[in-house]
């Protein structure tokens, strides 16, 4: 079965400096997605950017990027000039790959993230 | 379009009575999730349905736990009995066939059993 892990449980960022989050994973799958999701105190869950595994480009999405590192099964958020309202709990994500279908989604254990003005 | 819809948005109740969680999916969405999120055990899968067909629900964690889908726009979850260690946010989400659809997540329903 696939797992995703999240080491840090809490970290904390300078309004306006740069965070990144950390995430591994383990498949035996070549194809897949990845993807980080924010959840803020309103428990809402929004997604932030996604990867597809067969990409070898990092996605970018405004202030957030991805490390993905596809041998190592890392897959990194770095949120540049951080915003207060970036302060919330990210969640890395799994998806096996299906083609004509869909999967469920495999979280980490969360990062809970603080902006400090 | 008015998203994931899942109701009620709070449920407080007592250990012993039956619950039931609804949601309504996207329209024309032909996935549906329910997933569960704790402090101890984080975000997970209970169950999933294709085209109102439960696919995998290995996931329920035993037989207190039901879900059905009785056509495309509708989803329950039911607890019966419910206990304590049910307490716990249930996510419902949906989404299109197709590898690279996004999931799209209803609101929530935290639900505590006392």
């Known amino acids: 079965a696939q797992t995703v892990t999240q080491s840090q449980p809490e970290m904390s960022v300078q309004e306006a400096e740069t965070v990144t989050l950390s995430c591994t994973y383990d498949t035996s799958e070549s194809d897949y997605y990845l993807f980080w999701y924010k959840q803020p105190p309103s428990r809402q869950m929004i997604l932030v950017i996604r990867q597809e595994a067969y990409k070898q480009q990092n996605a970018t999405e405004n202030r957030f990027s991805v490390n993905f590192q596809k041998a190592a099964k890392s897959f990194s958020l770095k949120i540049s000039d951080s915003q207060l309202g970036d302060a919330a709990m990210y969640f890395c994500?799994?998806?096996?790959?299906?083609?004509?279908?869909?999967?469920?989604?495999?979280f980490g254990k969360g990062t809970r993230l603080s902006v400090i003005a | 379009d008015a998203g994931v819809i899942q109701s009620p948005r709070h449920e407080v109740t007592e250990m012993g009575q039956e619950v039931t969680l609804r949601c309504k999916p996207i329209?024309?969405?032909?996935?549906l999730f329910w997933y569960r999120q704790t402090m101890m055990r984080g975000l997970e899968l209970l169950i999933y349905?294709?085209?109102?067909?439960?696919?995998?629900d290995s996931g329920m964690p035993e037989d207190r736990f039901s879900a059905k889908m009785p056509n495309a726009s509708f989803s329950t979850l039911k607890i019966q009995p419910s206990e304590p260690r049910d307490s716990a946010v249930y996510f419902c989400?949906?989404?299109?066939?197709?590898?690279?659809?996004?999931?799209?997540f209803g609101p929530g329903t935290r639900l505590t059993v006392l």
């Open positions: 349905f294709n085209n109102n067909v439960p696919i995998d």
């Open positions: 989400a949906s989404t299109r066939s197709g590898g690279d659809n996004e999931q799209f």
């Open positions: 994500a799994y998806r096996a790959f299906f083609n004509s279908g869909n999967t469920p989604l495999v």
């Open positions: 329209s024309g969405h032909d996935y």
